[in-house]
């Protein structure tokens, strides 16, 4: 059987180890991976400088999300995982031009210990009663999808929207609670309702329920930066089945084969294919196959992304009172009309990334609300950046290094609807025989849901008959 995985990131590129195990256990299978650009990872990209490990893309993964550390067990590269620092967990907003910490016992955006609450300069104190009565909810089941917003509104009041769900959101999505699905987007939150109407009593319970050992690092990476993954993965594959600078321009049905059309117009047979790019090029690929379907695909809407790195000399580093420099790093509602979203203190978060006498930080720009951000010259973006973080940190140094990463249109954005759209996809892709599509466009856009859905997807491609 001969299998096409059109897109080397980190989705492709699981499916193709997958294929490539069940290659080496005896299956008659061969695959060819097509990538348009000149490298594999996608957006995974690790770059080191001046001693420092700059991420480019992801720089790590949620710890309870299993994919990602069963394929380095599968890999053999465990003893490689690092868990984050969390001794430094603390994560600032800014608020009013100030950075205030987020209250302890918050839950991602669920208030979970009273005194931390109840003082926090965080919310006005109207937030702080309709959090008191949210404890009291009743067990709702909601009709229907409705955005992020509108249900943080709902059991908490427009301000947690604006100081902790958009910016979270938009940290995790690069996009704006307000057009976010909850059914997609928080989809625990939904059944926390439903079960027991407060958010905060659910979250209590679940908390309760958790093993005593259960104290794992929130974020796992690897020692060497997230390339590190991708690097593995690629050692395993068959380097004569990997086709890179080789993008691929449409895809054809011809009896029950599958055509792949590349760049330089040689066409290639295959008995299935794995489509694993963003969803806006598997519609373009797809268009002529089946126009429904493409037309499906291409209405997710991805956002784009700029992120920058600065190295710092320690002893420069002149962050005004201190205390933030103590943290994970901080988020910036767009209340706050900054440009920057947030700001990771690498050096705290994962301390081995910066030498001692080094301070590493990352900083985000862009999203749905501000994709423009994508088009300023290097020098904008630096001096923008600069300009805020004294701002924000009274930071004045100038930076040893900064490197810049402009990611367009690689955030999927999960918009109310998207959960009856994927549906929709899935029915009339399950019309194709052999079709198997994997990415961040359909139920998760996070690195070991990406991987999962590569891993699925080329075991649904041998399944099918
Ligand atoms: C800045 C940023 C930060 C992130 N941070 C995190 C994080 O900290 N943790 C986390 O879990 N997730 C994070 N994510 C999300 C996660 O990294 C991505 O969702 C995931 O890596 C996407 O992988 P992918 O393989 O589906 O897509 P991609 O990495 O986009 O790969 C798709 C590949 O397809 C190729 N391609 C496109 N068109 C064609 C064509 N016509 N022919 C051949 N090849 C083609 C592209 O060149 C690309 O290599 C982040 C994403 C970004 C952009």
Redesign the pocket.
């Given at each position: 059987m001969k299998i096409a995985i059109?897109?080397?990131?980190?989705?492709?590129?699981s499916a193709a180890f997958h294929l490539e195990r069940r290659r080496r256990g005896g299956a008659d299978v061969r695959y060819t991976l097509?990538?348009?650009?000149d490298r594999?990872?996608?957006?995974?990209r690790t770059e080191r400088v001046e001693g420092c490990l700059i991420e480019?893309?992801?720089?790590?993964?949620?710890s309870e999300k299993q994919s990602a550390a069963d394929l380095c067990r599968e890999l053999g590269i465990a003893d490689q995982l690092v868990g984050s620092n969390d001794a430094h967990r603390r994560t600032y907003i800014l608020v009013k031009g100030r950075l205030v910490e987020m209250p302890d016992g918050l839950q991602f955006m669920v208030p979970t210990k009273l005194w931390p609450t109840v003082m926090t300069p965080l919310f006005s104190w109207e937030t702080k009663l309709r959090m008191a009565r949210e404890f009291f909810a009743k067990p709702h089941t909601a009709n229907g999808d409705e955005s992020a917003a509108a249900f943080i509104e709902r059991h908490f009041g427009p301000e947690v929207v604006d100081r902790l769900a958009d910016p979270l959101l938009a940290g995790v999505y690069g996009g704006s609670a307000e057009r976010l699905s909850v059914r997609a987007v928080l989809p625990r939150f939904l059944d926390m309702e439903a079960k027991y109407g407060s958010l905060s009593r659910a979250m209590l319970a679940a908390m309760k329920k958790r093993p005593a050992n259960g104290a794992r690092p929130i974020f796992t990476s690897m020692k060497d930066g997230m390339q590190q993954l991708v690097d593995a993965v690629v050692a395993e594959l068959d380097p004569g089945a990997i086709r890179t600078s080789?993008?691929?321009?449409a895809l054809g049905r011809e009896g029950g084969d599958w055509v792949v059309l590349r760049q330089d117009s040689t066409a290639v047979r295959f008995d299935r294919v794995i489509v694993?790019?963003?969803g806006y090029?598997a519609a373009g690929?797809l268009r002529s196959v089946e126009p429904r379907l493409a037309s499906l695909l291409g209405e997710i809407s991805y956002s784009s992304?700029v992120?920058v790195a600065l190295g710092y000399a320690a002893a420069g580093f002149d962050g005004r009172g201190g205390k933030q420099e103590d943290g994970f790093g901080f988020l910036v509602p767009r209340s706050e009309r900054k440009r920057l979203l947030a700001c990771t203190f690498v050096h705290n978060k994962f301390p081995h990334r910066a030498p001692e006498d080094r301070l590493l930080l990352r900083v985000?720009l862009g999203g749905s609300h501000d994709p423009a951000a994508l088009q300023l010259g290097d020098e904008e973006i630096l001096r923008t950046v600069r300009d805020e973080l004294q701002q924000i940190l009274g930071l004045t140094a100038e930076p040893r290094f900064s490197r810049i990463?402009r990611?367009e249109r690689?955030?999927?954005q999960y918009e109310v609807g998207h959960l009856e759209r994927v549906a929709e996809i899935e029915r009339l892709r399950a019309g194709l025989p052999g079709l198997a599509l994997?990415?961040?466009a359909y139920r998760g856009?996070?690195?070991?849901d990406?991987i999962k859905?590569?891993l699925d997807a080329a075991a649904e491609c041998l399944r099918c008959k």
């Open positions: 059109i897109g080397g990131g980190i989705s492709g590129l097509f990538e348009s650009s594999l990872g996608g957006v995974m480019a893309g992801p720089d790590s993964f949620l080789s993008r691929v321009m694993a790019t963003p090029i690929l992304s992120t985000f990463y990611w690689s955030m999927a994997a990415g961040n856009i996070g690195v070991p990406c859905s590569g």
